[in-house]
């Protein structure tokens, strides 16, 4: 009995470990990136043997393949899985945010300590309750919704003078709690509405106004997020 206990943790801790990987390579996928198992490793803060020990542990069962040039790819199996696992933690962010009001910048990490043992049955009433959400908190679309925000444009691409209302806060900044917090604190969070004082390429900085407040971004923050433009409507007198 005490052995069969044992021998379950182990299979889910490992099962957590290669959901994580698993969602992180569909978010890389997605964007059209080359995941290779240092992008991994960093993104995920492990070091680089930790990475690769996974990454072939997940080639072996058969979640991902490797091509010649190390370039990891998702099986159609891999594929399916990361889709759920996207939308389990997705859903349980929604669920931290709109029922129990945890703050913005917890929720990431609220909800991948949850994620891994939640059953179907739960989320599915969850997904129900909360009304077919397409996306996160961070305005990141569940798997199959990325047409709902295709319009929405990299911040860094508008010009000063331009008004947005922030829309998205791409998930794979989502694992910088220090950005999520600096975020929230300066309400660069969906749904605030901001205009763009400068842009200063030459200092990697720009400023926008956020809630009346100006705040200044590098742009190495700025390129995680996105925004639907506000039409300036120009009246001629
Ligand atoms: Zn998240
Ligand atoms: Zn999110």
């Not at 379950?8 to 490992?14: D, K, L, P």
């Not at 969850?126 to 295709?150: R, S, W, Y």
């Not at 829309?167 to 205009?195: K, Q, W, Y």
Request: hydrophobic share 45%; proline share 5%.
């Amino acid at each position: 009995m005490r052995k069969s206990t044992s021998v379950s943790a182990s299979q889910s801790a490992a099962t957590a470990t290669v959901e994580n990987y698993l969602a992180l390579l569909c978010s890389f996928e997605r964007d059209g990136q080359t995941a290779i198992a240092t992008r991994l490793a960093e993104q995920l803060g492990v070091s680089l043997p930790t990475a690769s020990a996974t990454v072939k542990r997940m080639a072996r069962d058969g979640w991902i393949s490797i091509d010649n040039k190390k370039a990891i790819h998702l099986t159609p199996e891999g594929c399916q899985m990361a889709a759920m696992v996207m939308r389990r933690h997705f859903l349980i962010e929604l669920l931290l945010r709109k029922v129990l009001d945890v703050p913005w910048s917890h929720l990431h990490s609220e909800a991948h300590a949850l994620e891994h043992s939640i059953s179907d049955d739960t989320l599915k009433r969850i997904q129900e309750k909360l009304d077919n959400p397409l996306t996160c908190p961070h305005g990141n679309p569940f798997p199959g919704e990325e047409k709902a925000v295709a319009h929405w444009v990299k911040l860094v691409q508008l010009q000063p003078g331009d008004r947005a209302v922030i829309r998205r806060i791409h998930e794979l900044a989502e694992d910088s709690s220090d950005l999520l917090v600096f975020l929230e604190n300066n309400a660069l969070m969906p749904g605030t509405e901001i205009m763009v004082r400068n842009v200063m390429p030459f200092n990697e900085t720009m400023m926008v106004e956020a809630g009346g407040q100006p705040v200044v971004l590098g742009l190495g923050v700025a390129k995680w997020i996105y925004v639907e433009p506000i039409k300036q409507v120009r009246v001629r007198r």
